[in-house]
Each structure stands twice: as structure tokens, then as C-alpha cells.
């Protein structure tokens, strides 16, 4: 009988994919490092982009990946510890970088709010269907956009404009791609695990 309870408990309103592993503080703390090197991983898989300081990288797809699948609160840590081992001298960030002050930082922090919002949208169930988990990625792709491009262009001198020319437009069919893939990837997790809700 408590084995016929057990799935139930895990299709309970709340639940993100990372809520399906038996609950521990190890796995919690496993969650949370293992995103932020998710995160440092994709960092790397980066594409320069002429005339921007800012690259295409697969960190953003990683970010947004890792607050769906872990929820608000771990992906909030993981996106955070993320940004302070980097900060901290670790060269995980685009282009094997690190520091805070490189101009493209602003879409770091843009991520760990990202994340968060993202994760607290999967605890909705916003990872669950094609067109909600597009919404969800399109939600937190312009987060970081709110963040990143104002910072890029404080720290550059550059009005908001050429700030947007060159550290938005260009990313917009990147971004779109990455979309794609979440949206094919997450609802098809849940249906796998036929767990869906």
C-alpha cells in the first residue's frame, strides 16, 4: 500500500522534475552543485559574435534548464553559487572568464533571477506542455535581457540602444532555438516519466 501512495505523492501540485528523486539533503545539495556545473559546462560552448563583448553561449539554456528542473529555491542556489565561485576567480563563465567585472556580468545576475522565476513557474506546472513550457522559457529569456542589457551598457558607455544592438538582437534566433529544445525536452521528461499534470 505505501508503495501505491508514493507516486502520488510526487503528482501533488508543486512537484518539478528534480522532486521525483528521493528527497535528501544530498540530493538537494547534489541538485544544487550539479546545475551551477551544468551551468559552467554550457558556459563554455560559446559562439563570439562581431561587434558585441557579449557571446552566444549555451549558459542561458543551462540556467533556465536548471531552475525548471530544480524549482525556485535550489535553481535560486545553484544559479547563485554559480555566480559566486565565478565571481571568486573559477573560469566557468563564457569564454572560460571570470570576475564581476566584465561587462556581460549583468546577464549572470539576470540568470539567477531567471532561474528563480522560472523555477516557481515549474512548480505551476509550466514545464508540462509545449506552449507553457515556450511561455515559461520566453519569460525568463527576457528576465535576463531586463538585467544584462542595461548592465552591459553601464559598463560599456554604451547608450541602451547600441546596448540592444549588440547585446540583444543578435541572440534572438539563438534564443528562439534554445526555446525550441525546452519546449521538446521538458513536457517530453514528464510524459516519459508519465507523470504529467
Same mark, same amino acid.
Given at each position: 500500500?505505501?508503495t501505491?501512495?508514493?507516486?502520488?505523492?510526487?503528482?501533488?501540485?508543486?512537484t518539478? @522534475?528534480?522532486?521525483?528523486?528521493?528527497?535528501?539533503?544530498v540530493?538537494?545539495?547534489?541538485?544544487?552543485v550539479?546545475?551551477?556545473?551544468?551551468t559552467?559546462?554550457?558556459?563554455?560552448?560559446?559562439?563570439?559574435?562581431? /561587434?558585441?563583448?557579449?557571446?552566444?553561449?549555451?549558459?542561458t539554456?543551462a540556467?533556465?534548464?536548471?531552475?525548471t528542473?530544480l524549482?525556485?529555491?535550489?535553481?535560486? #542556489?545553484?544559479l547563485?553559487?554559480?555566480?559566486v565561485?565565478?565571481?571568486?576567480g573559477?573560469?566557468?563563465?563564457?569564454?572560460a572568464?571570470s570576475?564581476?567585472?566584465m561587462?556581460?556580468f549583468?546577464?549572470?545576475?539576470?540568470?539567477?533571477?531567471?532561474a528563480t522565476?522560472?523555477?516557481? #513557474?515549474a512548480?505551476? /506546472?509550466?514545464?508540462?506542455?509545449?506552449?507553457r513550457?515556450a /511561455?515559461?522559457?520566453?519569460?525568463?529569456?527576457?528576465?535576463?535581457?531586463?538585467?544584462g542589457?542595461?548592465?552591459?551598457? #553601464?559598463?560599456t558607455?554604451?547608450? #541602451?540602444?547600441?546596448?540592444?544592438?549588440a547585446?540583444?538582437?543578435?541572440?534572438?534566433?539563438?534564443? &528562439?532555438?534554445?526555446?525550441?529544445?525546452?519546449?521538446? &525536452?521538458?513536457?517530453?521528461?514528464?510524459?516519459? @516519466?508519465?507523470?504529467?499534470?
Open positions: 500500500m505505501s501505491a501512495a508514493a507516486p502520488v505523492r510526487t503528482l501533488r501540485a508543486g518539478v @522534475l528534480a522532486d521525483l528523486l528521493p528527497a535528501s539533503r540530493r538537494d545539495v547534489a541538485l544544487v550539479g546545475g551551477a556545473a551544468l559552467g559546462l554550457a558556459a563554455q560552448l560559446t559562439v563570439p559574435v562581431p /561587434g558585441s563583448p557579449v557571446p552566444v553561449s549555451g549558459q539554456f540556467a533556465l534548464l536548471v531552475g528542473a524549482g525556485a529555491r535550489r535553481g535560486f #542556489l545553484s547563485a553559487l554559480y555566480a565561485v565565478g565571481m571568486a573559477v573560469p566557468w563563465f563564457a569564454e572568464g570576475g564581476y567585472a561587462p556581460s549583468g546577464y549572470i545576475l539576470g540568470m539567477l533571477l531567471a522565476v522560472v523555477g516557481a #513557474l512548480r505551476r /506546472g509550466a514545464d508540462r506542455s509545449v506552449l513550457t /511561455g515559461t522559457m520566453v519569460l525568463g529569456s527576457a528576465i535576463i535581457y531586463a538585467v542589457v542595461p548592465y552591459l551598457a #553601464l559598463a558607455g554604451m547608450s #541602451l540602444g547600441q546596448a540592444v544592438a547585446g540583444l538582437t543578435p541572440f534572438l534566433i539563438g534564443d &528562439a532555438l534554445k526555446a525550441a529544445l525546452a519546449m521538446g &525536452a521538458l513536457p517530453a521528461a514528464w510524459k516519459l @516519466l508519465g507523470r504529467k499534470g
